[in-house]
């Protein structure tokens, strides 16, 4: 089970937002966690991934108890987690290479050839091999969020926590962004939560779901 919530209360800096929050999430499984703005989607998926504190409960996430998570554990967390969100976080005026070096750096690869081939690795398979040399300000709105995604894969994580990863894109990069977050999902067997508003993607791309609503998570 790479993600177990028990009976959580889920809050944002003191203030309870989510009680009696369930969740189990296995290995390779896909899900969607929708919800209308306010339900606590974001407030979820930052506990999953360690920047809001668990309130109470028994939560286990890819191998960490959050319940005892000292605050120096939580990069070791993240690494087990790749996690895109709606507005990219990418370094606009650094290169695409740049982008992901830095990632490999900062979680101690200290091999550069085996850190320049992991990079061209994930390029390939998110398809901007030919762009490793642009800088990220001159990317499309889709290509920005295909190397987001290369860079929630470096470090070959047990699971992708993806906060309306197509909201700011038209409806045919979201449907190609989307495909690309299935076959990382199909491909390499890795657990992905997918928040988004779009009951369309839900529509055309059905899977399991979990609804934000009453305070709690229903399965749908």
Excluded at 85 to 111: G, H, M, S, Y
Excluded at 163 to 175: H, V
Aim: proline letters at 4%; aromatic letters at 8%.
């Amino acid at each position: 089970m790479l993600v177990n919530l028990q009976q959580c209360v889920i809050g944002n800096e003191g203030k309870e937002v989510m009680r009696d929050v369930n969740l189990e999430v296995i290995q390779g499984e896909f899900c969607y966690l929708t919800g209308r703005s306010g339900t606590g989607k974001s407030t979820l998926l930052k506990t999953l991934y360690g920047e809001y504190p668990l309130v109470s409960g028994n939560a286990n996430v890819v191998g960490f108890d959050l319940s005892k998570l000292p605050k120096d554990q939580v990069p070791d967390l993240r690494r087990k987690i790749g996690m895109v969100f709606q507005d990219f976080r990418l370094f606009p005026n650094w290169t695409v290479k740049r982008n992901l070096t830095f990632i490999l750096e900062a979680t101690d690869w200290k091999d550069k050839d085996k850190a320049l081939n992991r990079v061209d690795e994930v390029l390939s398979a998110v398809g901007l091999s030919e762009m490793i040399d642009r800088r990220a300000f001159s990317l499309s709105g889709g290509e920005q969020q295909r190397l987001c995604i290369a860079r929630a894969i470096l470090n070959t994580p047990e699971l992708i926590i993806a906060d309306e990863p197509t909201g700011n894109l038209d409806p045919q990069s979201s449907d190609e962004v989307f495909e690309l977050f299935q076959q990382i999902n199909q491909e390499f067997g890795t657990a992905t939560i997918f928040a988004t508003h779009d009951s369309r993607l839900i529509d055309d791309f059905p899977a399991r779901v979990m609804d934000c609503e009453n305070g709690t998570v229903l399965e749908k």
